[in-house]
């Protein structure tokens, strides 16, 4: 069953390549500057680099790892169920929520038992994401590209580090912005989120400049 | 007709996979969060205490009876819950370390709440925090002491007695309401006398947009049950016979009622001034009360003074702010210990006048809320 499905979807369209995957995940579709989701962390954590950086590893390594949990989820139990009747495209959202809730758990253990370092500067950034949506929604995109693009295993790993490093990239780039304004004179009503929002909205319109590298 | 083989493959794969990660989950937390029984060493061999590891420090803590003082609810927020941890701390978490000074950092003094107790620990915990225990009582009186103050009287059920001494604290308890969704504490002096030690009387300000004293002020009745964990707090008498000046404003009454008749129960006859400072005559309580001790008693002088009193209030006692009338009343203070309790501006505007007159910064004691 799966194996015809994995065949069909190849000879839809071939996987365009682990390189591509990777480009368009992170930048091209950056998933918080072109779809805007992720954000509430977003605005939150990225007045000091050195906690945006935290934050955006850990939604990185859970973003990559919980794409291929998903995606092992749907390719094993949900598409096999399908003939059967099983409306895959409303359980998997579902699913996917919990899938993600648990993982984000068992991570904050692991860590927190391995290295206590990596846990202060990771780990207690984890309960923080739980619920973030760019982390779902990754995985729900992950699920039209293998459907769509013919992603195989390994280009859903490389997609959802990719989606990852993208926030991470741009959680990163805004911290950086706003260490430099921090000294600046904002107009009242504009401190903090509302100005970040305006540079959010600037560098998304920047980040169009990406979209020409991958013909689709 | 019901399509019933998809709904129940549905339910039954939605289960499986849910139950398999709770599964993990569980085994997880059985077998990678163990830390065992940690020893905890408090104040080098004071008391040795085993817990069960996992939890906060300060949560631990307060699981064998010691409370550390906290208002935030072991949130990270509040920093009272401050201890110096000598062994077996780990590093320090980035929660903590916008809470912590550099000496602090350098003393190994840590946030409890964001301590997790992941191995055997050595900590120091000040004397007076060892004593205090959590109390139930029942709201006995609520009188009006003045506009926005308000004197209340809770009569203990569980223990039914508590010893302190004149000038401590307790942390009482406001539970959970309307926008509120976690209980929280505030601390305030007891006004009453350690020899009645079946009530405890405190005297509560409003301030605007509090939690506590909007719930004080608006919600607590006579007969309602109340919780609060104490006695804190070193703000009380020395034990030496030095001369005394004591300065307080608002409800910054409240240890020193509770100081002046301990005094006079008991014959300590130090030489003792007064000065209570308010804005208008409204403003002040008590007054009568502490005139007849001044007049009853040659070791204290009690001064009223009045800040901006109004054509209407008929005031013949001292005006000016409060530090300016000590300054009139206290030639010399060289050889005084000096009593502050009131609000952060008043005790800091005090405390540079009494620097000036050249009192040593160890004999000068203070109170301070918020």
């Given at each position: ?216 | ?30 077998y990678l969060v163990k830390y065992g029984k940690c020893k905890l060493d408090v104040n080098s061999g004071d008391r040795l205490i085993e817990v069960k590891g996992g939890k906060s420090v300060l949560e631990s803590l307060k699981g064998e009876g010691i409370f550390i003082p906290s208002a935030c609810g072991g949130r990270g927020t509040c920093a009272y819950c401050k201890l110096k941890i000598t062994e077996g701390g780990g590093p320090v978490a980035p929660t903590e370390l ?196 001044d007049d009853q008693h040659e070791w204290f002088t009690f001064v009223p003074a009045l800040s901006a009193p109004a054509d209407e209030d008929k005031w013949y006692g001292e005006t000016g702010l409060i530090t300016d009338v000590v300054g009139r009343h206290v030639p010399d203070g060289s050889q005084a210990e000096v009593y502050l309790c009131g609000s952060p501006g008043m005790v800091d505007a005090a405390g540079r006048v009494i620097e000036a007159k050249g009192i040593p ?10």
């Amino acid at each position: 069953m799966t194996a015809m499905f994995a065949e069909t979807a190849a000879q839809l369209s071939p996987s365009p390549g682990l390189w591509i995957v990777l480009i368009s995940a992170a930048l091209t579709d950056n998933i918080l500057l072109t779809r805007f989701l992720g954000m509430c962390p977003f605005l939150s954590i990225s007045k000091q680099l050195k906690s945006a950086f935290g934050m955006g590893l850990a939604v990185m390594v859970v973003t990559g790892f919980t794409c291929v949990l998903n995606y092992l989820l749907y390719i094993y139990v949900l598409l096999p169920l399908t003939p059967y009747g099983v409306p895959a495209e409303s359980l998997k959202l579902i699913l996917f929520i919990v899938v993600i809730a648990g993982f984000v758990q068992l991570l904050e253990m692991v860590i927190e038992r391995i290295s206590l370092k990596l846990y202060f500067s990771l780990g207690i950034f984890l309960p923080l994401i739980t619920v973030n949506c760019a982390i779902l929604g990754a995985s729900l995109f992950m699920v039209n590209n293998v459907a769509g693009k013919g992603y195989d295993g390994w280009d859903v790993l490389v997609y959802g580090f990719g989606a990852g490093a993208g926030w991470f990239l741009a959680i990163m780039l805004m911290a950086g912005i706003r260490h430099r304004i921090a000294g600046g004179k904002v107009p009242a009503g504009l401190q903090g989120v509302g100005i970040t929002l305006i540079i959010t909205g600037i560098m998304a319109m920047a980040f169009t400049i990406f979209q020409g590298m991958i013909r689709t | 007709m019901i399509p019933v083989l998809p709904i129940i493959l549905a339910a039954t794969a939605a289960c499986a996979v849910t139950t398999s990660l709770a599964a993990v989950l569980l085994l997880a937390e059985r077998y990678l969060v163990k830390y065992g029984k940690c020893k905890l060493d408090v104040n080098s061999g004071d008391r040795l205490i085993e817990v069960k590891g996992g939890k906060s420090v300060l949560e631990s803590l307060k699981g064998e009876g010691i409370f550390i003082p906290s208002a935030c609810g072991g949130r990270g927020t509040c920093a009272y819950c401050k201890l110096k941890i000598t062994e077996g701390g780990g590093p320090v978490a980035p929660t903590e370390l916008a809470l912590l000074t550099e000496q602090e950092l350098a003393d190994n003094v840590r946030i409890t709440c964001q301590v997790k107790v992941r191995n055997d620990m050595s900590l120091l915990v000040p004397e007076h925090l060892l004593s205090a225990g959590e109390y139930r009582g029942v709201v006995e009186r609520i009188t009006d002491l003045t506009h926005d103050i308000k004197n209340l009287r809770i009569r203990l059920t569980e223990p039914e007695r508590i010893k302190y001494r004149p000038g401590q604290y307790i942390q009482l308890e406001a539970p959970a309401y309307g926008d509120n969704p976690e209980a929280v504490y505030r601390a305030y002096s007891m006004s009453s006398m350690p020899d009645e030690d079946n009530c405890i009387e405190l005297i509560i300000r409003l301030v605007p947009g509090g939690i506590c004293t909007t719930w004080v002020f608006t919600m607590l009745a006579e007969g309602d049950e109340v919780r609060f964990n104490g006695p804190y707090g070193d703000f009380h008498l020395s034990e030496t016979d030095r001369e005394m000046v004591w300065i307080a404003g608002g409800s910054g009454m409240a240890p020193f009622w509770s100081m002046v008749r301990h005094m006079a129960a008991h014959g300590i006859a130090r030489k003792t001034t007064y000065f209570f400072g308010a804005v208008r005559a409204a403003d002040l309580f008590l007054l009568d009360e502490l005139r007849k001790l001044d007049d009853q008693h040659e070791w204290f002088t009690f001064v009223p003074a009045l800040s901006a009193p109004a054509d209407e209030d008929k005031w013949y006692g001292e005006t000016g702010l409060i530090t300016d009338v000590v300054g009139r009343h206290v030639p010399d203070g060289s050889q005084a210990e000096v009593y502050l309790c009131g609000s952060p501006g008043m005790v800091d505007a005090a405390g540079r006048v009494i620097e000036a007159k050249g009192i040593p910064p160890e004999r000068v004691f203070f109170d301070k809320f918020g």
